[in-house]
T-cell receptor, first 116, second 110 residues
Framework: GAVVSQHPSRVICKSGTSVKIECRSL??????MFWYRQFPKQSLMLMAT?????????EQGVEKDKFLINHASLTLSTLTVTSAHPEDSSFYIC????????????FGPGTRLLVL | GNSVTQMEGPVTLSEEAFLTINCTYT??????LFWYVQYPGEGLQLLLK?????DKGSNKGFEATYRKETTSFHLEKGSVQVSDSAVYFC?????????FGAGTTVTVRA
């Protein structure tokens, strides 16, 4: 199988604080990880793509200083929402791709962020 | 740009009914097409895919055919079960980037 986990599954924080979300590939090494954001009743929007050991590539309109992505190893990527505000409240989903000819993305269960 | 439009839900069906979820796309280049499913409390799972025109993807009784002439990839299942209750997402991939539809919630009643 190819299992991707996220932690935490949900988090509530105060406005102005920073929140870190972890994405782990549990049984495979992920050459590439993706971060998506999903608003209620809307589709997933790709925020950024990260490759292990290099800087993330952000989609147009996504603030890289606001959403810090670190892909420190082949099994872990983190998304830090800095100085969170209520408009950052959303469902954040990561996915991971093995690479080496296999292009399927395996998705994590998502993290619900609520900023008060 | 690339975009996916899929049938709005929610869709409620009785067990053994026929299910169709329409999906159309706009893309530059030659996309691969996917259907993902999200069961309650779980992450998205790949249901089926097609990589070129006229390909048919199938899995768990679901089918979808890549129709380039109508830019469509409609999902069908002939006889649904309660366990098929989930949110279904149509998606396209160009390069390594996935673009998703808004998702269709399907509820199957016994």
């Amino acid at each position: 199988g190819a299992v991707v986990s996220q932690h935490p599954s949900r988090v509530i924080c105060k406005s102005g604080t920073s929140v870190k979300i972890e994405c782990r590939s549990l049984d495979f090494q992920a050459t590439t990880m993706f971060w998506y954001r999903q608003f209620p009743k809307q589709s997933l929007m790709l925020m950024a793509t990260s490759n292990e050991g290099s800087k993330a590539t952000y989609e147009q309109g996504v603030e890289k200083d606001k959403f810090l992505i670190n892909h420190a190893s082949l099994t872990l990527s983190t998304l830090t929402v800095t100085s969170a505000h209520p408009e950052d409240s959303s469902f954040y989903i990561c996915s991971a791709r093995k690479g080496r000819g296999e292009e399927t993305q395996y998705f994590g269960p998502g993290t619900r962020l609520l900023v008060l | 740009g690339n975009s996916v439009t899929q049938m709005e839900g929610p869709v409620t069906l009785s067990e053994e009914a026929f299910l169709t979820i329409n999906c159309t796309y706009t893309a530059t280049g030659y996309p691969s097409l996917f259907w993902y499913v999200q069961y309650p409390g779980e992450g998205l799972q790949l249901l089926l895919k097609a990589t070129k025109a006229d390909d048919k993807g199938s899995n768990k009784g679901f089918e979808a055919t890549y129709r380039k002439e109508t830019t469509s990839f409609h999902l069908e299942k002939g006889s649904v079960q309660v366990s098929d209750s989930a949110v279904y997402f149509c998606a396209l991939e160009v390069g390594y980037k996935l673009s998703f539809g808004a998702g269709t919630t399907v509820t199957v009643r016994a």
